[in-house]
């Protein structure tokens, strides 16, 4: 599994509740194995879905102009705290655009799941360029959302019985010189990719 590139999507208790394994806070024998697919999976899916699901600050980060109404923060819901627009890429400023508000202003970000980072340019387009546009935000969740963690839960749930049975989710195939490769086999269920597919980023950014 590639390393995790978000915070965890569950709760060590709230997995072992799930596994119905070592409830009692004082039973932490088995408690790295499960730290350990709690980490691995939460990767996963990040990676799968193109986002971080954890509430972060994201401070200057640099996109591309598109020529489009439309700029798509990578990473949603989302609180925008500034916004510059500077083909020179200087973002002084002169350059900060405004919120809008009561009418007016140079843009606005909406909000929820729903939106996927979008933020709208008010009356105009953001203009196309390289780099031309710098924003820091808060993007992510205060609390991971429950079908997210669910999933999660769902997932470790598998790879536990797998384990249980002393399969150790592994697999062998033939090596060149008569040995055996083994490799870990933990795609995502297709079942999960398809309910993952509603988080999931779908848009190109800039």
Known sequence: ???????????????????????????????????ALISAVSGEISTF???????????????????????????????????YEDSGGAFGSGTLLTARSGGSGDYWAMAGEESHGRVVKVNGVWGAGHGNIQVTYVGGYATIPTPISELAHEWIGILWARSERKAHDMQSQAGPAGGSTSYLAREIPADITARLMRWKAIRIYG
């Open 1 to 35: 599994m590639p390393t995790n590139i978000d915070t965890a999507l569950t709760t060590l208790a709230a997995t072992k509740i799930f596994l119905n394994v070592g409830q009692d806070a004082a039973n932490t024998s088995r408690d790295s194995q499960i730290s």
């Open 49 to 83: 879905c193109g986002r971080k699901f954890a509430q972060a600050t994201y401070t200057n980060e640099i996109y591309n102009g598109n020529g489009s109404e439309f700029l798509w923060l990578r990473n949603w819901p989302t609180t925008v705290t500034s916004i």
